[in-house]
């Protein structure tokens, strides 16, 4: 499993497009890009996930870097809801899975 | 679909006491893992299994913890003379086989806090 590494915090304002980072330079062809996020007082949830080919869902954007070693979680409009730590990770599809410490995302009205 | 669901949510227990958490994942979901966060920490994975069958073990599951999941659906997380180290959050997810599987989704519960006095 690659080791991600994610900026400890990041700031928006409300209805403003987030790029969340992050990097994972060691990550094997097989691995796959998962992002989650966890609410205060929750357990992480999951946000989206891909492989080489940039994915869009109903919460989130995923565009990855040609070369893998990198993507951005693009969360198009921040609400007050979005405010959470939001972790990447990268491992084979259906293991364990290994999280970094994580972005804490902090949403300003 | 009730979602994955963790008894007690706060356990609080002096040291050297034994305590046990109870996981009861989504139904259908043969693949259930436990996680443990510390605090300002990401989860970090103590094990996984497969049905009824543990597959994979943590170097931090010491020999004071262990995990059985006897039936292949509900699966308990027992820690013996807990220590103070012990304090976290037990975090436990369940995804479904492969072939009723649309994404990689883990889903998780909403965690038992351990505070160990």
């Known amino acids: 499993d690659a080791k991600t590494t994610q900026p400890n915090s990041m700031e928006s304002n409300e209805e403003e497009p987030v790029h969340l980072p992050c990097n994972h330079s060691?990550?094997?062809?097989?691995?796959?890009i998962h992002w989650y996020r966890q609410l205060p007082s929750q357990g992480p949830e999951y946000v989206i996930h891909g492989l080489t080919s940039n994915v869009n869902n109903r919460m989130a954007s995923l565009a990855i870097a040609e070369d893998r070693k990198s993507s951005t979680l693009i969360l198009h409009r921040a609400t007050l809801r979005d405010a959470a730590v939001y972790y990447c990770t990268a491992n084979t599809g259906f293991q364990k899975l290994v999280f970094g410490t994580g972005t804490r995302l902090l949403v300003s009205p | 679909d009730t979602g994955v669901s963790q008894n007690p949510r706060h356990k609080i227990t002096k040291r050297g006491q034994n305590v046990t958490f109870r996981c009861d994942p989504i139904?259908?979901?043969?693949?259930l893992y436990w996680y443990r966060q510390t605090l300002g920490q990401g989860p970090e994975f103590l094990t996984y299994f497969q049905n009824e069958a543990q597959l994979e073990k943590s170097r931090l599951l010491s020999d004071r913890f262990s995990a059985e999941r006897p039936k292949g659906s509900f699966s308990t997380l027992e820690i013996q003379r807990t220590e103070q180290g012990d304090s976290a959050m037990y975090l436990c997810?369940?995804?479904?086989?492969?072939?009723?599987?649309?994404?990689?989704?883990?889903?998780f519960g909403p965690g038992t806090r351990l505070t160990v006095t």
């Open positions: 060691t990550i094997s062809g097989t691995d796959y």
């Open positions: 139904s259908e979901h043969n693949r």
């Open positions: 997810a369940s995804r479904p086989p492969p072939s009723l599987a649309l994404t990689y989704e883990q889903y």
